[in-house]
């Protein structure tokens, strides 16, 4: 009895000096990076994400969050802190560009509405200039090539230039196209193509909205009232990669408007260094699927958090 209540407390006694010798093991072979370390380290950062045209406030942010993230961290002794930190960033940076992101494949959710008898409607908002009319072609081109014969909306009816556009568009993709006179509500025009897709068949209708200034209450109102009535399966944020710091307005303005479902970054060819996908997820949690990366109707990419993050940090 004695014996077996000593063996017991000999052998806490020896687990405990087992712990005690690992615990300094540990400590020999590994260190504790410091406030120092990450201090320097974030500053280069800060003035890289920037300069990538990562949105101010997003990097800041972005590195105030990192901050508590990295400091006190353990790592190897003798390790290169820098290169641990970078890839600490790495992940941070490519978990930020996965919020709400997936592969989505457009085609068959087309083709499975399709049997239900509806076609998938998909609504492209954004300011001027940013690509939107080209996405859409884009968009169309895809679908074409999948078999699928798109309708194009174009509820764009102020711009002038914007229907013969989108018509010439249609044409050279093989879309059929669907528009109205200049000042017509454009909500009838989204309303006419879907109701011409339905009854003759057609799976998908891809509607072009007016390039407003997100601060046009007109236009927003407008806006509004097309996403009432088309009721889109998607509403497509289309932003120009190299916007950087408006990127962010332009973005919460929509989706506080409308919302957004997804985003389409385009420009992302013209020596867009990555930043505004940032500053865009950052600002509204809404992912980014497609990169548009040309001026063809090809040149559409499915976004890839991995690569875009290496290519931001290069
Ligand atoms: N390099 C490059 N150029 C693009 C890309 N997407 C669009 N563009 C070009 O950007 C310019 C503007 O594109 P549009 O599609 O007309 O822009 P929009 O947003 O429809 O313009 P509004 O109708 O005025 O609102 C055109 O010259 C396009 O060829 C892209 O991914 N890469």
């Known amino acids: 009895m004695v014996l077996k209540r000593l063996r017991k407390v000999l052998q806490g006694f020896v687990e405990k000096v087992e712990r005690v010798v690992q615990k300094a093991a540990e400590k020999a072979t590994t260190k504790t990076i410091s406030e120092k370390d990450v201090d320097e380290f974030l500053q280069d950062l800060l003035m890289e994400l920037i300069e990538s045209d990562v949105a101010f406030e997003t990097a800041e942010k972005l590195v105030e969050e990192l901050r508590k993230r990295l400091v006190g961290l353990q790592v190897p002794r003798g390790a290169d802190t820098r290169k641990i930190l970078e890839g600490k960033v790495h992940e941070a940076l490519v978990e930020l560009l996965k919020t709400g992101w997936r592969h989505i494949d457009l085609v068959s959710e087309a083709k499975e509405k399709c049997r239900r008898g509806e076609p998938l409607v998909i609504v492209f908002l954004g300011v ?15 679908f074409k090539k999948a078999g699928l014969t798109p309708v194009i909306a174009a509820a764009d009816t102020f711009r002038a230039g914007a229907q013969e556009q989108l018509r010439l ?58 996403v009432r009535v088309a009721k889109p399966d998607y509403k497509v944020l289309v932003v120009d990669a190299l916007t950087g ?9 929509f989706d506080e408007a409308v919302g957004v479902d997804f985003v389409v970054l385009t420009k992302f060819d013209a020596d867009a260094k990555g930043g505004t996908a940032i500053s865009v997820v950052d600002a509204i949690k809404k992912p980014i699927l497609f ?12 976004m890839e958090p991995e690569k875009l993050v290496a290519k931001l940090l290069s």
Do not use: W
């Open 128 to 142: 001027n200039g940013v690509g939107k009319t080209t996405t859409i072609a884009k968009f169309a081109y895809m």
């Open 169 to 226: 568009h249609a044409e050279r993709v093989g879309a059929v196209f669907v528009g109205g006179r200049y000042g017509a509500d454009p909500a009838s025009v989204a309303y006419d193509a879907i109701q011409m897709a339905k009854s003759r068949g057609y799976c998908v209708v891809l509607v072009d909205t007016a390039g407003r200034m997100h601060t046009d209450i007109d236009l927003m109102e407008e806006l509004r009232k097309i």
């Open 245 to 253: 710091n408006d990127a962010v307005e332009q973005a919460k303005f």
């Open 291 to 302: 990169l548009g990366v040309g001026q063809r109707y090809e040149d559409l990419e499915p």
